[in-house]
C-alpha cells in the first residue's frame, strides 16, 4: 500500500508542497483537506480585487482544485476541516462541512499549512455583520457582496493590509478613515519613517486618526477615545496570528514567536510532520532569533523546501530578513532587516542614516521625492536593516538592501555596488548607494 501524505490547508504552503513532493514520488497517495472554497489563490491579491484593478475573483486563483486533481493527482477535499491531529494513531480528525460529518484520515506524512488568523480583540461589535477581515480569499468575497452601497468605511489597524484596502476603496470613491493605536501608521517602519506615509495617506484623502484606541462598533459607527467615525462598513487590518493551535494540542511544540517551531529542512518536533508558511515560524538572519513573519513569499520557498525531503530530496530553508512593500496610491514604501526598535531589542549598538533624493535624475520629468533610513551597526558597519518611502520606483530598491543583508554586506562595501544607471532610472548616485555612503562617513568619524 503506498505511503499517505496529508495536507492541511490548500493554499500556497500546503499545495506548493504537495505539488514538489508528487513532482518527486509518483507514488505517494496525496491527500488534501481544506475548509474553505478555494486553493492556490493569491490573498495579496484581495485588496486589488476590492478596488477593482483585478477585474473577476477567479484571476487570483493560481489552481484550481479539479486542476491539482487532473494534473498533480491529489484528492483535494473541499469544506474539509481539519478539528484535530492524534499523533499516536497517524491521524487526522476531519469536519466534513459538505456532508455533515466527522471523519478520520489517516497519514504517513502530514504537512500543517494552516496559514494565520486575523487579530479579532475582543472589542464590543466587533462580530457584527458589517464588520469584515480580509485574510482568506473567501473573506474577500464576502467584503466585496457587502460594500456596494457603503459611502463610509473604517479601517482598523495601519498595517500593510489596512493600507492597501484604504487605497482600495480610496478607488472607489469611499469615504476612507484609517484608525491606527500606533504613534504612525506601518508599525514596521520606526515612527519617523512611518510619518512619512501618514503624511503621504492624508494628501491622498484618507483620514488617518494616529494613537487612537477603538472602544466599540455600532451599527452605524466606530468609537474611538477620539470621538465617533461614521461607518456602514468596517474592515479589520490589525494584523495576524499563527494558526497554531491545533498542532499545540496535538503535543507540537511551538516556538518563542507563538508559532510552530520547524528545524532547517521544516521538520517539527513530530515525526513525519512538516510545517510551512503562516503558521511555521522563520529564523531572522539579521537579529539570529526566531520569527514569525507572514508572507506568501515565504510560503512558497518553504512548501517547496518540505516537499523536497518528503518525496526524498534534501533541502533547507535558509531563513528570512523581513522584506515587505506595499504602496498607498502613488506613494511606495519598502522595509527589509530590523528597525530601530528590533534592532535594540537584539542588543545591537547602531548608528542610523536618513538621505532624501530623487527615484530618477533629478532633471528627468517623472523624478520623485525619495526618502532611505539604513541602520549600520557600530564598529563593524554590517548594514541592520533599512527602510524606503517615496514616488513611484522607491519601493523595490529594498531589494538591493535585502541582498546586501543576505551577504552581510557592511555600509563601506555597499558604497562600491556597481547598480543600474540610466537619467529616467535613477540618479548616478543611486539614493541607497547615497545612503551608504552617508552611513559609512558617519561610523569613520
Not at 128 to 156: E, F, M, N
Request: net charge negative; hydrophobic share 40%; with cysteine.
Amino acid at each position: 500500500m503506498a505511503e499517505r501524505l496529508v495536507v492541511i490547508g490548500g493554499d500556497a504552503a500546503g499545495m506548493g508542497a504537495a505539488s514538489q513532493a508528487r513532482r518527486l514520488r509518483p507514488d505517494l497517495d496525496i491527500v488534501a483537506l481544506e475548509r474553505g472554497d478555494h486553493t492556490s489563490y493569491s490573498a495579496c491579491g484581495i485588496p486589488y480585487l476590492v478596488g477593482g484593478e483585478v477585474a473577476s475573483v477567479d484571476d487570483l486563483v493560481v489552481r484550481t482544485p479539479q486542476e491539482h486533481r487532473e494534473k498533480y493527482r491529489i484528492d483535494v477535499r473541499m469544506r474539509h476541516e481539519a478539528r484535530g491531529i492524534d499523533l499516536d494513531r497517524r491521524e487526522v480528525e476531519v469536519r466534513d462541512h459538505e456532508h455533515g460529518r466527522t471523519v478520520r484520515v489517516g497519514f504517513d506524512h502530514l504537512v500543517l499549512g494552516m496559514g494565520a488568523i486575523p487579530k479579532r480583540p475582543p472589542i464590543p461589535g466587533i462580530d457584527l455583520p458589517h464588520v469584515h477581515g480580509v485574510q482568506t480569499l473567501g473573506d474577500g468575497v464576502h467584503l466585496l457582496d457587502h460594500a456596494d452601497d457603503c459611502k463610509h468605511v473604517v479601517v482598523i489597524g495601519g498595517g500593510y493590509i489596512g493600507l492597501e484596502i484604504a487605497e482600495a476603496f480610496l478607488h472607489q470613491g469611499r469615504d476612507v478613515t484609517v484608525v491606527e493605536a500606533g504613534p504612525e501608521v506601518l508599525g514596521g517602519l520606526d515612527p519617523d519613517m512611518g510619518a512619512l506615509v501618514t503624511r503621504a495617506m492624508r494628501r491622498h484623502g484618507v483620514v488617518v486618526r494616529t494613537g487612537a484606541s477603538v472602544k466599540e462598533i455600532t451599527p452605524t459607527a466606530v468609537l474611538t477615545g477620539d470621538g465617533e467615525i461614521p461607518a456602514e462598513l468596517v474592515v479589520l487590518g490589525l494584523g495576524v496570528a499563527p494558526n497554531a493551535a491545533m498542532a499545540d494540542d496535538a503535543g507540537i511544540t511551538l516556538g518563542p514567536s507563538g508559532a510552530i517551531a520547524v528545524d532547517r529542512r521544516q521538520q517539527t518536533s513530530a515525526d513525519g510532520v512538516w510545517a510551512a508558511g503562516d503558521c511555521s515560524e522563520s529564523h531572522h538572519l539579521v537579529s539570529d532569533r526566531k520569527v514569525h513573519i507572514a508572507l506568501g513569499t515565504h510560503a512558497a520557498k518553504q512548501s517547496r523546501v518540505v516537499g523536497t525531503n518528503i518525496g526524498g530530496g534534501y533541502a533547507t530553508f535558509a531563513g528570512v530578513v523581513g522584506t515587505a512593500v506595499t504602496k498607498i496610491c502613488d506613494t511606495e514604501v519598502g522595509r527589509t532587516g530590523l528597525n530601530e526598535r528590533e534592532a535594540r531589542d537584539a542588543g545591537f549598538r547602531y548608528r542610523t542614516t536618513t538621505v532624501e533624493s530623487t527615484t530618477t535624475a533629478g532633471y528627468y520629468p517623472s523624478a520623485e521625492p525619495i526618502t532611505v533610513k539604513l541602520l549600520a551597526e557600530e564598529r563593524s558597519g554590517r548594514l541592520l536593516g533599512g527602510q524606503i518611502v517615496g514616488g513611484p520606483g522607491a519601493a523595490k530598491r529594498v531589494d538591493v538592501l535585502a541582498t546586501a543583508l543576505h551577504a552581510r554586506f557592511d555600509v563601506e562595501r555597499m558604497t562600491s555596488l556597481d547598480l543600474g544607471y540610466a537619467p529616467p532610472y535613477a540618479p548616478v548616485w543611486d539614493p541607497v548607494l547615497i545612503a551608504a555612503r552617508k552611513a559609512a562617513e558617519e561610523l569613520a568619524r
